[in-house]
C-alpha cells in the first residue's frame, strides 16, 4: 500500500511540475495563482496544498532538482584529477543545452539574487572552481571581489547564450569563460 501511495505522490507532484512549466512561458511566477495551476494539472486543491504552499513551492522544487543533477554531474567528473574550469562550465552548458526549455525557463530573471540563480552561483562546487582557478592570487579580499565578478560574469554570459540563442558549443563557452576568468589576472596581482 505504501508503495501505491508514493507512486501517487510522485504523479501529483510531476503533474504539477509539468503543468507550471507550461504556465510559466506566459506568467511569471508570482502571477500563477493555486487554481489555474491545479487546473492545468487536473488535481484539486487540496491535493496541492498536501504538497505545496504555493506555486513558488513547486518552482523551488524544480530548482533544486536541476541543482542537485549538476552536483551529481560535479561530482562524477569531479573525481578525475585537472577538471579545469573551462571542462566544468563545459558540463553546466552540456546540461543546460540539453534541458534548454527548462533552463531558459530558470534562467529568464537577469537578478542574480533570483532563487535559481542564487543556488547556482552560490553552489560549493562553483565557489571551488573559482577558488582553484585564482589560487595564485595571495590577497584574499582581492580573490573575493574578483571570484564575484566572475561568477556573476560568467551566468549572465551563459544566461544571454541560452536565452538568445547564440551559436557557440558548451565547450567553446567553457573555453571563453575560461579567457575571461584567467586572462591577464595572473600579471596583475
Not at 511566477?29 to 504555493?54: D, K, M, P, W
Not at 537578478?111 to 571551488?128: C, E, K, P, Y
Not at 561568477?151 to 547564440?166: C, P, S, V
Request: charged share 25%; with cysteine.
Amino acid at each position: 500500500m505504501r508503495k501505491k501511495e508514493n507512486q501517487r505522490i510522485a504523479l501529483t507532484k510531476r503533474l504539477l511540475k509539468e503543468s507550471l512549466l507550461q504556465l510559466m512561458p506566459d506568467k511569471s511566477i508570482q502571477n500563477i495563482t493555486v487554481s489555474e495551476l491545479c487546473q492545468a494539472a487536473q488535481i484539486n486543491r487540496s491535493t496541492f496544498y498536501n504538497h505545496y504552499g504555493c506555486p513558488a513551492d513547486v518552482l523551488a522544487e524544480i530548482e533544486n532538482g536541476v541543482i542537485d543533477d549538476l552536483n551529481e554531474i560535479w561530482k562524477e567528473e569531479g573525481s578525475r584529477k585537472n577538471w579545469t574550469l573551462d571542462k566544468r562550465v563545459e558540463a553546466l552548458c552540456t546540461y543546460l543545452q540539453e534541458n534548454r526549455s527548462l533552463s531558459k525557463l530558470l534562467l529568464r530573471d537577469s537578478d542574480t539574487n533570483s532563487g535559481f540563480a542564487t543556488l547556482l552561483l552560490h553552489a560549493a562546487h562553483v565557489q571551488a572552481t573559482y577558488e582553484q582557478t585564482l589560487s595564485y592570487i595571495k590577497d584574499q579580499d582581492n580573490k573575493r571581489l574578483m571570484i564575484t565578478f566572475l561568477i556573476n560574469g560568467a551566468y549572465h554570459m551563459i544566461r544571454q547564450w541560452l536565452l538568445e540563442d547564440i551559436p557557440k558549443t558548451p565547450k567553446e563557452m567553457g573555453q571563453l569563460i575560461y579567457l575571461a576568468a584567467t586572462q591577464g589576472w595572473e600579471k596583475t596581482y
